[in-house]
């Protein structure tokens, strides 16, 4: 069917579109789908027999999808181990909706808090220590593949942990808590993740067992509850009451470097040394090959010929020489050509022809014979042949050999002296690489042992402030890898709300922000907002970090507070310094 | 033929500063957050969104049923929505665009061709023709007879006066290659006028 064409058809009024507006049916139908489709995952769910169980919550949008697994006694799920950043199931949780995002995002990648790596034999178990004086006990055979069979032999275990907060801004690890539609935001009294693999494959926790983390925690009060997060249903799921065990004090942890392997880079130092050693190999190539072409491109010395004595009866030839193409037989001017005794075809006879042409090229030994070639019409004869020299001109050419032999003599000496000095300018340079390489790798031990030194110190550092406050030991019980955390739910901050624009160092430039990070300095808890608004207690003391670009930007509790009491929504940040490698630094930047 | 030419007035709507385009950004983020947030960009394009739908139609009542569904959608997938330094409103049309060619896949009979007078004789000017009574009829059969492609095009660029940034936006091309199409679809046209003038 043809389309129609319709001219100059009437608009319609905006009174008529108007009408045709409505927001709230929108917004209704929105939630209707949403929950909906809430409905049919969770029957998805049952379906597949999985260990989930959905709960709708009204018609406000939120879906918790609740994980019964973590803590108890059932047979092991990958779900906990290694999907953790791969996991994007849809959930309509307003904090958990970011489909394209993974649901532990680090903002920064260097920041990110390391693992530790411990071995441990699975048939043995054993207890480690973790630099933080925290103890990993794993009982004997607390192990099992995915098909649920006991694992032997060593285990590798990673495992870190999370004290503050710029701990858990570095970690990305997502700290909103979703309890029944009732968002919050979790303060943490300490929080661990930890792994195990064999041979780069996943293990997981033998059902009939459980792995114990005596956590030092800094936090001793006693509102924490344990929870384990759920990256499928992307929340937290309470587990218990925390089982803490107060007023223990540590000693700083003596862990060197040796007993763990910790995931620490070079130092920028070294990384450069490294970078100088690995050119000079080239450099020491690159000399070789200037130093052989100079060789080369020395003048060459030709050696001249000694004339010699014309035999008396061997059978001779009288030749014209272009002594430009044989200049070694100037010395033979007006030589005559003897046929030498090893020419088996030569016979007195081809002396009687008149050949129609002779030609002289380079005999069998250089510079000593020559192939004399004779050719008449189709007969081609070959002779090899040594230029000789009779009476006087012998007598005159050995003279002229003689000077020439002197000159020849200085020449070689001369080439030698330069070869010489060639080569002792080039193994003066090979040795000056070699002096370079040794200062470098040199170097680059002492600021490997440096650098080394340094991380243990700063690590004692950081655990020294936590050693010496009073601490508490948190227990963690963990039947399946991941992420455990010793938590109490807390509400967002209220009493002031806020649009701030952030202002580069005061400048006209501002960024946007992608995710706006609170950080509350009363409790180790950081709010997160991805609106435009943020909203805070007045009397209570915040910095704030906020990721624009893939770049984190800063602004001190002080310059904060100020702008928040003057209700200033200009707010100037800082980007994050470039020598801000860890989360340690992030801490001490954010004036925690 | 004159394709940059500024002579026809290009619809202002789809121009952002920066501080509109961060606004706006900042209104898509918190929608993301809450659906309720989404109010300011449902109440700045729903009658664009409508007039381009109801462009390609006749029947209004499906029009508005078409347009109610484009912003479900896209309030569904805001999630997914990524700026990328142009107006929100370029998404909303491509999921316009999807949506209308669904529902004449599924009912060819719904799609009409809707232009003005004034419309043709841009097309005679593009083509460097003088607008004659003639080329009335001429103009409404090769339009309509184009195919589904082509005609989108003409429809953007003369019937909506859209700038080719956004045409390109709104089709998924390059502007380069919006140009060179139209460029084509335009020597066929001029072909076809020449030859009746004649």
């Known amino acids: ?592 | 033929m004159l394709l940059d030419a500024v002579h026809m007035e290009f619809s202002p709507r789809y121009h952002h500063t920066a501080d509109m385009l961060l606004d706006e950004q900042l209104i898509i983020e918190a929608a993301k957050q809450n659906p309720e947030h989404f109010g300011p960009l449902y109440d700045k394009y729903y009658k664009q969104i409508f007039g381009y739908v109801y462009q390609r139609m006749d029947d209004k009542d499906t029009a508005f049923d078409l347009t109610a569904q484009v912003f479900l959608k896209a309030l569904t997938n805001i999630e997914k929505y990524e700026y990328k330094g142009v107006p929100f409103a370029s998404w909303l049309y491509r999921i316009a665009h999807s949506e209308v060619m669904q529902l004449f896949r599924n009912n060819s009979k719904l799609r009409t061709v809707n232009a003005d007078i004034s419309d043709l004789r841009n097309i005679c000017e593009e083509v460097e023709e003088e607008y004659m009574e003639q080329y009335k009829g001429i103009l409404m059969t090769v339009i309509k007879d184009l195919p589904e492609d082509d005609l989108q095009l003409i429809e953007l660029r003369f019937f909506e006066k859209r700038a080719f940034k956004e045409i390109a936006e709104i089709l998924n091309l390059t502007e380069t290659n919006a140009k060179v199409k139209l460029y084509r679809i335009l020597e066929r046209v001029k072909k076809t006028l020449t030859k009746t003038s004649k």
Request: hydrophobic share 30%; with cysteine; net charge positive.
């Open chain 1, 1 to 592: 069917m043809a389309t129609k064409f319709n001219l100059n058809r009437q608009p319609v009024p905006d009174e008529e579109i108007n009408s045709h507006k409505d927001f709230g049916e929108l917004v209704n139908k929105f939630k209707k789908q949403s929950i909906e489709k809430a409905r049919s995952d969770a029957s998805f769910l049952k379906n597949k027999k999985a260990t989930y169980s959905a709960i709708i919550a009204g018609v406000a949008v939120v879906c918790t999808v609740t994980y019964f697994s973590v803590f108890k006694k059932e047979p092991p799920k990958e779900t906990n181990n290694d999907k953790i950043i791969t996991s994007q199931k849809n959930n309509t949780s307003t904090q958990n909706t970011k489909l394209n995002k993974a649901f532990i995002e680090p903002p920064i990648s260097k920041l990110n808090v390391p693992y530790t790596s411990y071995k441990v034999k699975a048939e043995q178990g054993g207890t480690l220590k973790h630099k933080s004086n925290s103890k990993i006990i794993i009982p004997k055979k607390a192990f099992v593949n995915k098909q649920g069979q006991d694992i032997i032999g060593d285990v590798e275990i990673k495992y870190r942990e999370f004290h503050n907060q710029a701990d858990i801004i570095a970690s990305g690890i997502p700290m909103t808590y979703d309890s029944a539609g009732v968002q919050s935001t979790l303060e943490s009294a300490g929080m661990i993740d930890i792994r195990g693999y064999q041979n780069g494959e996943p293990v997981y926790i033998n059902p009939k067992k459980q792995i114990t983390v005596e956590f030092q925690s800094e936090h001793t009060a006693d509102r924490y509850n344990m929870y384990v997060l759920d990256t499928v249903a992307k929340n937290w799921v309470y587990v218990s009451r925390d089982n803490s065990l107060k007023g223990q004090k540590h000693e700083p942890s003596k862990t060197s470097a040796a007993d763990a392997t910790n995931e620490k880079a070079e130092s920028p130092k070294t990384i450069e040394l490294q970078k100088q050693l690995e050119a000079i190999p080239p450099k020491i190539e690159a000399e070789k090959i200037v130093y052989t072409k100079k060789v080369n491109q020395l003048p060459k010395v030709v050696t001249p010929t000694k004339p010699t004595k014309a035999t008396a009866g061997r059978p001779q030839f009288e030749l014209d020489v272009n002594y430009k193409e044989f200049p070694e037989l100037e010395a033979f001017k007006n030589a005559i050509f003897e046929v030498g005794a090893e020419n088996q075809n030569y016979n007195s006879k081809l002396a009687d022809i008149t050949w129609s042409s002779a030609e002289v090229s380079e005999g069998p030994i250089k510079g000593k014979n020559y192939l004399l070639t004779l050719k008449l019409r189709e007969r081609v004869e070959k002779l090899i042949v040594y230029p000789a020299l009779t009476g006087a001109d012998y007598d005159k050419a050995l003279k002229s050999y003689e000077s020439k032999f002197n000159d020849y003599k200085t020449a070689v000496a001369k080439r030698e002296a330069d070869e010489k000095r060639l080569k002792e300018e080039f193994e003066a340079k090979q040795a000056a690489f070699v002096t370079e390489q040794k200062r470098l790798t040199d170097e680059m031990i002492k600021e490997r042992i440096r650098w080394q030194k340094e991380q243990e110190d700063e690590l004692n550092r950081k655990f020294q402030s936590i050693t010496s406050q009073e601490k508490v030991t948190r227990i963690f019980n963990v039947t399946n890898f991941g992420i455990c955390n010793s938590d109490c739910p807390t509400s967002m901050p209220q009493g002031e709300k806020m649009n701030p624009i952030f202002v580069i160092n005061n400048s006209d430039s501002f960024i946007r922000s992608e995710k706006t990070y609170l950080v509350c300095h009363s409790k180790n808890v950081v709010y997160n907002f991805y609106t435009p608004s943020i909203s805070y207690d007045p009397k209570d003391t915040y910095s704030l970090c906020v990721l624009s670009n893939g770049k984190l930007y800063l602004c001190d509790k002080t310059q904060l507070g100020t702008c928040f009491a003057n209700k200033q929504n200009k707010i100037p940040v800082k980007e994050l310094s470039v020598d801000v490698n860890d989360s340690y630094e992030l801490k001490k930047a954010l004036g925690i």
